[in-house]
């Protein structure tokens, strides 16, 4: 028995929605609520599965089941397909599991040839409704069947236009259609060297191969990439009798919102056009009029489509994005779907669905897309504006936001002009830790290269700044400060506007709008962390970053990266010279400077956790990154050492590294300089003491964690030197404090010995970055110059580095955690890597049954929810 590829609508329903598609299954649901849906049939997702596996052929079983199915469709509409006397015709039309609005093509009337076209035009009475709907389908045609640039047509159009003096194509008459269509037909022959064609048999199965291969478009791509859409999926299509909105005044067609998709307020929203199709609305070749004006134009239609989308909002228990059309006074329901809307609609729609009885808090927190959060959190660029301007360039868009500021080259032009008060973009080839003093000057950072795990789009997350990284269009001058882009060249000092939310890069200023938090936004947090099983903790390397993480409601710190708190200009000169010592005694002289220093620090993250756990990472970067660069500080060094600028030079040699991700790094540091990992216990536990001391309520526990382990042995070695310093420490101060010394769990190698380490180990928390890394022997800075080859070859259908690798890095993960806790049950495990805010990685953490995850300041609120959404979908 041959596969099922095709479904009526009266066959389906909503639960059917995977092998039906979104629009298939809503039609098909529509069907068995009894409402005025023209009738048609859909082929099945699976189906445009196995045209690409048959090398873009429709087999053979799925012909004959398409024309079986047109015979069942002529049996239910009384028509036929291909005859003139009573011609059925019909719309082709894609549809994914999700709504992915835009993306995929459409081809409407199909069915139509000069014959049919003749008859309808002399039976109908109405030949320009005839002429119309012929120019409009050899339009699309030749558009999406046969991929001819539509602008051939356009052009013949306002031509047309222009020499009968008129503004909009509703004013073209019958002959001027019918003329119209004689020159599509010529173009459409001059280009590809055949007639339109004439056959409806013929017309349909190019055109559903043209929407089977719409799925595989590049803004699909796009937008399947961003929106977490397997390839593997595929789209349905639909084909469906057409119902017409261009058969005169009585007729029309429009789209509309059961709620206000900008506000969420409860109100009907919409819009349509007398006498027109549905791309007419979209193209915005016509202004449309309110939904409002259509109780004054046919009250009887109003008063049915008000009735319907109230059925269908109470049925589907959300707000409905509705597709219909209007034919001589009679309405038609061509498509229903859940509403696209902003994060502010999204929560009040969420919280009044809840008041109004309507679902349940638990379904109020799964309506919720986490990832449109970050539009609350962040400021936005005013949107009437950005509409009217076209952005230089396109990037990665590393972390959301908007910014408008000066061009400026260096981390420390940055400083300077932001302590004068300007507001200033740090534009870089790529930047690195020591640039972070200029980097919390900027209101934004561009980088010529580095990926969405970059050290600029990392540290943007944490400082809550928009970042656009990647951007290799850029050629960069730096050592005259210009950079050239979209043809034009950039000068330090120069306006730019950077969008992190989308990757935009605009020339000149664009107002910005600073974020609000509303009180819906409280009731779904609140009501998400009822739900959710996993812990939130922030990522933070300051008492600031400590407090925002606290505010959008962390439970921790998960992750505090100590080298960060190295790079400020009172403790880098302490820091070089310690690494320029030649003994034991002048590198212990140069860290007992830093101490108080990290004590201060310390002390200040506790009291901003108020008792609340905390994760401190020690020192991970290879020292070569905190050496001097500028002739001046070199001699600066120099002189402080009492060295000659040359022997300085020599020392900054010998710490280059061929591959540093690999190298001198982590706790391979402190194995070779115990000293450092003294310095930084000392300086934790001590702090750790004071705040205890100063707040008897709290119990102050630092989790302190040893980064890059790949083998016991040096875990314990590591970890000795810790035990020892921390206990003697706590016998000086003579007041009990409990601590941990875990690992960050970064290697294969420590994945795969987890059962030894974990015998050595109190916490093991993942670094995924760099785990990722290592897994696919991927650099994350680099890997943007290859990825998106990737992408369009299906070999990866989203970044690695952004959404967790379930299949190899998840895999590890799992296996880590099954060996950790089976020698230490007592081990916890968290992830502090950046997948630890990227929802579809938290909903895998949550399976794995991991202690928390931990994430940037501004992504604590997406996780708290991602989490909450994981807990629900598995209960």
Request: glycine content about 8%; hydrophobic content about 40%; aromatic content about 8%.
């Amino acid at each position: 028995m041959s596969k099922k590829w095709i479904y009526l609508f009266k066959e389906g329903d909503t639960s059917m929605r995977n092998l039906l598609g979104g629009k298939g299954a809503d039609l098909a649901e529509m069907t068995k609520l009894n409402l005025p849906v023209p009738q048609g049939f859909t082929i099945t997702t699976e189906a445009c599965t196995q045209y690409y596996k048959d090398g873009k052929k429709i087999n053979d079983d799925m012909f004959e089941q398409i024309m079986d199915y047109i015979t069942k469709l002529e049996e239910i509409t009384g028509k036929k397909f291909g005859d003139a006397d009573n011609p059925l015709l019909v719309s082709v039309r894609s549809g994914g599991r999700v709504s992915m609005p835009g993306m995929m093509d459409t081809i409407l009337n199909l069915g139509l040839n000069d014959a049919v076209v003749e008859r309808l035009s002399e039976k109908s009475g109405n030949p320009r409704w005839a002429w119309d709907s012929y120019r409009r389908f050899i339009q699309m045609y030749s558009d999406v069947v046969m991929t001819l640039d539509k602008k051939n047509f356009e052009t013949l159009i306002d031509e047309m236009k222009t020499t009968k003096g008129i503004k909009e194509d509703v004013e073209l008459n019958a002959e001027d259609l019918q003329e119209l269509t004689q020159q599509f037909k010529a173009i459409f022959k001059s280009k590809l060297g055949s007639d339109f064609p004439s056959d409806p048999k013929e017309q349909l199965i190019g055109a559903i191969k043209a929407v089977f291969r719409s799925w595989d478009n590049p803004r699909a791509i796009v937008y399947r990439r961003d929106n977490d859409i397997p390839y593997s999926w595929g789209t349905a299509v639909n084909v469906q009798m057409m119902v017409f909105g261009n058969m005169g005044d009585t007729s029309g067609t429009g789209v509309a919102f059961t709620r206000d998709p900008a506000t969420g307020e409860k109100r009907l929203m919409g819009e349509f056009l007398l006498n027109a199709q549905g791309e007419d609305v979209v193209a915005g070749i016509r202004t449309p009029q309110p939904i409002e004006q259509l109780k004054e134009i046919m009250p009887e239609v109003y008063a049915d489509f008000i009735r319907i989308c109230q059925t269908l909002e109470n049925h589907y228990k959300n707000m409905q994005d509705m597709e219909f059309t209007i034919e001589d006074k009679k309405l038609y329901m061509l498509q229903t779907r859940i509403g696209q809307r902003t994060a502010f609609a999204a929560l009040k729609i969420a919280c009044d669905f809840v008041d109004e009885g309507l679902i349940s808090k638990e379904q109020a927190v799964t309506m919720i897309n986490p990832r449109n959060l970050n539009t609350l959190l962040h400021p936005a660029f005013d949107a009437k504006i950005l509409e009217k301007t076209k952005p230089i360039a396109k990037a990665l868009a590393a972390s959301p936001g908007a910014a408008s500021g000066q061009i400026v080259f260096t981390a420390e032009d940055a400083k300077k002009w932001g302590e004068l008060g300007k507001a200033v973009i740090l534009v870089r080839l790529e930047t690195s830790p020591e640039d972070i003093e200029g980097m919390k000057a900027a209101k934004g950072f561009l980088t010529v290269r580095g990926g969405m795990t970059s050290h600029a789009a990392v540290v943007a997350r944490g400082m809550g700044k928009c970042c656009v990284s990647g951007c290799s269009e850029i050629i960069m001058d730096e050592a005259n400060k210009v950079f050239r882009l979209a043809g034009k060249e950039f000068h330090e000092g120069d306006v730019i506007s950077l969008d992190g939310t989308t990757g935009k890069i605009y020339e000149g200023e664009i107002p910005t709008k600073e974020a609000e938090i509303v009180d819906e936004f409280e009731r779904i947090m609140d009501w998400a962390d009822e739900f959710r099983v996993l812990g939130i903790r922030t990522n933070a390397d300051t008492p600031q970053d400590v407090k925002k993480g606290r505010e959008l409601g962390a439970e921790g710190l998960g992750l505090c990266r100590t080298e960060h708190m190295f790079f400020e200009q009172s403790r880098i000169d302490a820091f070089r010279e310690m690494i320029c010592s030649d003994t034991l005694e002048e590198r212990e002289e140069a860290l007992a400077k830093l101490l108080p220093l990290q004590q201060r620090d310390f002390e200040q993250i506790f009291e901003a956790l108020e008792g609340n756990p905390a994760t401190i990472r020690f020192l991970d970067p290879p020292l070569h990154e905190f050496v001097p660069t500028s002739e001046e500080d070199i001699k600066k060094l120099a002189k402080t050492k009492g060295k000659s600028v040359n022997d300085i030079k020599d020392i900054i040699n010998s710490l280059h590294e061929f591959n540093p991700m690999m190298g001198h790094r982590g706790c391979r540091l402190a194995v070779t300089y115990p000293e450092i990992a003294k310095m930084q216990t000392a300086a934790v536990i001590r702090a750790a003491l004071a705040v205890q001391k100063a707040h008897l309520d709290w119990e102050i526990k630092p989790e302190i964690m040893i980064p890059l382990v790949s083998e016991i042995k040096e875990l314990k070695v590591v970890k000795d030197i810790v035990v020892k310093t921390a206990e003697a420490e706590i016998a000086a101060a003579g007041i009990d404090l409990k601590y941990e010394v875990g690992t960050m769990i970064e290697l294969p190698r420590a994945c795969l010995t987890a059962n030894e380490i974990a015998k050595e180990a109190d916490f093991f928390c993942f670094g995924t970055n760099d785990l990722t890394q290592m897994t696919f022997g991927f650099s994350r800075d680099d890997a943007a110059k290859f990825l998106e080859s990737y992408y369009e070859d299906n070999i990866l259908e989203s970044d690695p580095f952004v959404k967790v690798d379930q299949k190899g890095v998840g895999q590890l993960i799992e296996m880590a955690v099954k060996l950790g806790r089976k020698n230490n049950p007592a081990l916890h495990v968290g992830v502090c890597g950046e997948h630890g805010g990227e929802p579809s990685s938290i909903a895998f953490f949550h399976k794995l049954g991991l202690d928390y995850v931990s994430c940037s300041p501004f992504r604590v609120p997406i996780a708290r929810l991602a989490a909450a959404q994981a807990a629900i979908s598995n209960k």
